[in-house]
């Protein structure tokens, strides 16, 4: 997932009219590719917390598709 400009991102092609967050309406300056759709938000705040949690949860899925001895576990 990418945060990108709001030249690239439109508005109107956002999947959501309010933002997951807050329930606000989302904001062109406040907009996120996910997934190859575009997802808004209401403030660059809120796009922030969602790519920090995707990249969490991203790297948590990677780590558990390693094996236990490749881990150092065994």
């Known amino acids: 997932m990418k945060a990108m400009s709001d030249d690239t991102l439109r508005v109107e092609d956002a999947v959501n009219e309010t933002c997951p967050w807050s329930g606000k309406p989302i ?5 996120a590719l996910y997934r190859g759709a575009v997802v808004g938000f209401c403030n660059p705040g ?27 576990i065994e």
């Open 46 to 72: 809120c796009r922030d917390k969602f790519e920090t949690a995707i990249r969490h949860f991203d790297e948590a899925l990677s780590l558990r598709d390693v094996p236990l001895l490749a881990k150092g």
């Open 27 to 31: 904001a062109a300056d406040s907009l």
